[in-house]
């Protein structure tokens, strides 16, 4: 099959999945489950720029995207002026004396000889220093933020902008730790540097959990603004009603479709720059060279290129990428939640996605985000229709019917793992394999 009819082919059989979801359980689902492929397409591509670009496994997915959601937060929530006056001071003066010490500690690195002892030993005294004066500053404030009314406070907020500049936010922020982390872990081996982003990830999502002067901890942020109206804003307005009497809806029905397709606009118009931007620089000659090093490093190395710079560019790309798509998931959720960042759900699905639509290929992460994120989402109800019909001729109370029936939510684990195994079966190289570029 050429790679038209497979893209032809893919798309057609999505589209068709789609609309049966929309015939058989609601139109309100079958916008929903595109949001959502919308959202997974877009950290699918993130991946992508890293992993089929130049061949970086990065096991952190899930960090960065909770990086963009952390970035929701920080941006739309509306500042709490008593958290502010209680610890605001003792926090900004806290990560003050941070930067200084960095600062303080490049300044000796810079000064001294690489080989000399006194470096090492001054650089020490600033850190041990500076940590300590950090946590004499941080610590009493922290204390006194999160007493503020902590069941319905107890943190900072934010800044009560609109909610759409934290997506540019999440990928800033997620841009500039990834650019900390591939300066420490991109001189290790491939293995070791999957392992470095698997536990920074960790890492990110355990202190997003603790720091409840931060984000609230487990206690979570709700009722962040949304950049779409409200179903009840639609609901009073005469305008929409009249739209919903002539489509013949009910004005409940309609509201709901009308703020998801709202979504689906904002979703599609940055996946659509995110796809065009990855497009011109896979084409250019940027990309081309990403490629070749992804193909062979010692021979890149040894025309004069710099692999660690290049893999440095590519890995803060992706992330940015991951950390829009995080800001995007947190804004359509309404709420800030550090305990649902699950690697299963944000590291090893977004690889599947990738895996399964193409490697390198831009398109094919779309298609395999869209393809694996319906699946895991219509798996159970696929699964309990199954379970349903294969019992239908035993009795009501049969005790393997009640077993099969409520066996059913495990069909996501296994529908995913045989979607997966067919496709590297059938197609080794993915839904729509990776194609030879034309230069721009």
Same mark, same amino acid.
């Given at each position: 099959?050429?790679?038209?009819?497979?893209?032809?082919?893919?798309?057609?059989?999505?589209?068709?999945?789609?609309?049966?979801?929309?015939?058989?359980?609601?139109?309100?689902?079958?916008?929903?489950?595109?949001?959502?492929?919308?959202?997974?397409?877009?950290?699918? *591509?993130?991946?992508?720029?890293?992993? $089929?670009?130049?061949?970086?496994?990065? %096991?952190? #997915?899930? /960090?960065?995207? !909770? =990086? &963009?959601?952390?970035?929701?937060?920080?941006?739309?929530?509306?500042?709490?002026?008593?958290?502010?006056?209680?610890?605001?001071?003792?926090?900004?003066?806290?990560?003050?004396?941070?930067?200084?010490?960095?600062?303080?500690?490049?300044?000796?690195?810079?000064?001294?000889?690489?080989?000399?002892?006194?470096?090492?030993?001054?650089?020490?005294?600033?850190?041990?220093?500076?940590?300590?004066?950090?946590?004499?500053?941080?610590?009493?404030?922290?204390?006194?933020?999160?007493?503020?009314?902590?069941?319905?406070?107890?943190?900072?907020?934010?800044?009560?902008?609109?909610? *759409?500049?934290?997506?540019?936010?999440? $990928?800033?922020?997620?841009?500039?730790? %990834?650019? #900390?982390? /591939?300066?420490? !872990? =991109? &001189?290790?081996?491939?293995?070791?540097?999957?392992?470095?982003?698997?536990?920074?990830?960790?890492?990110?999502?355990?202190?997003?959990?603790?720091?409840?002067?931060?984000?609230?901890?487990?206690?979570?942020?709700?009722?962040?603004?949304?950049?779409?109206?409200?179903?009840?804003?639609?609901?009073?307005?005469?305008?929409?009603?009249?739209?919903?009497?002539?489509?013949?809806?009910?004005?409940?029905?309609?509201?709901?479709?009308?703020?998801?397709?709202?979504?689906?606009?904002?979703?599609?118009?940055?996946?659509?720059?995110?796809?065009?931007?990855?497009?011109?620089?896979?084409?250019?000659?940027?990309?081309?060279?990403?490629?070749?090093?992804?193909?062979?490093?010692?021979?890149?190395?040894?025309?004069?290129?710099?692999?660690?710079?290049?893999?440095?560019?590519?890995?803060?790309?992706?992330?940015?990428?991951?950390?829009?798509?995080?800001?995007?998931?947190?804004?359509?959720?309404?709420?800030?939640?550090?305990?649902?960042?699950?690697?299963?759900?944000?590291?090893?699905?977004?690889?599947?996605?990738?895996?399964?639509?193409?490697?390198?290929?831009?398109?094919?992460?779309?298609?395999?985000?869209?393809?694996?994120?319906?699946?895991?989402?219509?798996?159970?109800?696929?699964?309990?229709?199954?379970?349903?019909?294969?019992?239908?001729?035993?009795?009501?109370?049969?005790?393997?019917?009640?077993?099969?029936?409520?066996?059913?939510?495990?069909?996501?684990?296994?529908?995913?793992?045989?979607?997966?195994?067919?496709?590297?079966?059938?197609?080794?190289?993915?839904?729509?394999?990776?194609?030879?570029?034309?230069?721009?």
């Amino acid at each position: 099959m050429t790679y038209s009819a497979r893209l032809v082919t893919a798309v057609s059989l999505m589209a068709l999945m789609l609309i049966v979801v929309g015939v058989v359980q609601s139109w309100s689902v079958s916008l929903a489950i595109i949001n959502l492929c919308l959202i997974s397409s877009v950290m699918a *591509l993130g991946v992508n720029i890293q992993w $089929g670009y130049a061949g970086l496994f990065n %096991a952190g #997915v899930m /960090g960065f995207a !909770a =990086l &963009g959601g952390v970035a929701a937060v920080l941006v739309s929530a509306p500042p709490v002026r008593e958290a502010w006056q209680a610890g605001g001071a003792g926090v900004v003066s806290a990560f003050a004396v941070c930067a200084l010490t960095v600062a303080a500690v490049g300044i000796v690195h810079k000064k001294f000889r690489s080989n000399d002892l006194k470096r090492y030993a001054l650089a020490t005294l600033i850190i041990i220093i500076g940590f300590i004066i950090y946590r004499l500053l941080l610590d009493p404030a922290v204390e006194a933020i999160e007493a503020v009314e902590p069941a319905k406070t107890g943190f900072l907020g934010g800044l009560g902008l609109p909610i *759409l500049l934290s997506w540019a936010v999440g $990928g800033l922020l997620a841009a500039a730790i %990834a650019w #900390v982390i /591939g300066k420490i !872990a =991109l &001189g290790l081996r491939s293995d070791y540097f999957a392992i470095a982003t698997l536990g920074i990830s960790e890492i990110i999502v355990a202190v997003l959990k603790n720091e409840d002067w931060l984000t609230r901890g487990v206690k979570n942020v709700n009722g962040l603004p949304r950049p779409v109206p409200y179903e009840i804003e639609v609901q009073r307005s005469e305008f929409y009603r009249d739209i919903a009497g002539q489509l013949g809806m009910s004005i409940v029905e309609f509201s709901s479709l009308f703020v998801k397709l709202c979504y689906s606009g904002l979703f599609l118009i940055v996946l659509g720059l995110i796809f065009y931007l990855s497009e011109k620089a896979l084409r250019a000659p940027w990309g081309r060279m990403m490629r070749a090093i992804r193909d062979n490093e010692e021979a890149s190395n040894a025309m004069g290129k710099n692999v660690t710079g290049r893999h440095l560019e590519v890995f803060v790309l992706g992330s940015a990428v991951i950390g829009i798509a995080g800001a995007m998931l947190t804004t359509i959720d309404g709420q800030f939640t550090p305990s649902s960042y699950q690697p299963l759900r944000f590291t090893f699905l977004i690889w599947v996605m990738v895996i399964v639509g193409g490697s390198g290929n831009n398109l094919g992460s779309i298609i395999g985000g869209f393809v694996i994120w319906f699946f895991w989402i219509e798996a159970e109800p696929i699964g309990l229709w199954m379970m349903d019909l294969i019992t239908s001729g035993m009795a009501d109370q049969n005790p393997l019917r009640l077993h099969l029936i409520e066996s059913a939510s495990h069909m996501r684990l296994i529908m995913m793992g045989l979607v997966l195994l067919l496709v590297l079966r059938f197609s080794a190289k993915g839904l729509l394999p990776e194609q030879d570029r034309k230069p721009v």
